[in-house]
């Protein structure tokens, strides 16, 4: 069966995205002659081209800061089948045993559930708090600021565009489920009033950082990915650690591993992990 018989897997709404992680066997690599390695590194670097000529398909590369990982990649499309195929061909891409997995997490873009919806931002913001009148000019203007404000953020969730900014964090998290702390036994109303509030903690680094939440419930160990990209460490430092006082943080997160990588020129990235 050709790839072209084999049915997409593309969500209703939404991409696939894999964050990929891998160390590189410098024992293997030093096997290699220097034209072996020139061909090596020329198959990478067709390779990250032809995905990232992809409809619709984003890959960030960037070098790992600490010894977790050497080579990471951010992989976002819309078909798994896509996706699988282009992780397997990454895998192999220096050769095979050089790029050894350190670490993977697959996850989707997704919508927020809490967030507001048009019929809640004016009974309650419009009518309720503004006092506008239904129908008036004003209400009808503002109506349709929010509707383009809306727009946007629904875009940026599920169909993002990331900037070439050079520092990238990406970690898992979950929502605890113990006793008295278990965020789905909280009702809907208490959940969203204590999203909101950490949602006002992110929007206070807009322009410094830039983050994208990905669902990963059933995909993967945890329930979301969260991607940080920032031009200044100090900035990914501050907005973890002031939302770790937000009480969503403090009494119902849970965390995987921290990965801090640079987005780097390919030639760069080779230097960098002396390939």
């Not at 209400?139 to 993002?160: C, G, I, N």
Request: with cysteine; hydrophobic share 35%.
């Amino acid at each position: 069966m050709s790839n072209s018989e084999i049915a997409p897997i593309v969500p209703r709404e939404g991409w696939h995205v894999l964050h990929l992680f891998y160390h590189v066997d410098h024992g293997q690599w030093s096997l290699l002659g220097e034209d072996e390695k020139r061909q090596a590194k020329t198959q990478l670097t067709e390779l990250v081209h032809e995905i990232r000529a992809t409809p619709d398909t984003h890959l960030l590369v960037f070098s790992i800061a600490t010894p977790k990982a050497d080579i990471g990649f951010m992989l976002l499309t819309p078909d798994l089948q896509v996706a699988n195929m282009y992780e397997k061909q990454l895998a192999l891409s220096l050769g095979t045993d050089i790029l050894t997995p350190a670490y993977s997490y697959l996850s989707q873009t997704e919508r927020s559930e809490y967030t507001t919806s048009r019929e809640q931002y004016a009974e309650e913001t419009l009518v309720g708090e503004r006092g506008l009148k239904e129908g008036s000019e004003e209400y009808e203007s503002a109506l349709k600021e929010f509707d383009d404000r809306m727009e946007h953020y629904l875009k940026h969730r599920l169909y993002p565009v990331l900037p070439d900014w050079p520092v990238i964090c990406f970690y898992p998290m979950s929502k605890r489920r113990s006793g008295a702390d278990n965020w789905y036994s909280l009702p809907y109303e208490e959940r969203k009033r204590l999203m909101l509030g950490h949602a006002r903690t992110g929007r206070a680094y807009s322009g410094r950082i830039l983050q994208l939440i990905t669902g990963s419930t059933g995909l993967d160990e945890y329930e979301w990915g969260v991607t940080l990209l920032a031009k200044d460490t100090i900035d990914v430092k501050s907005i973890v650690y002031e939302m770790r006082f937000d009480e969503v943080s403090a009494r119902f997160g849970e965390f995987g591993d921290f990965y801090i990588g640079l987005q780097l020129p390919l030639d760069v990235l080779f230097r960098r992990v002396c390939l």
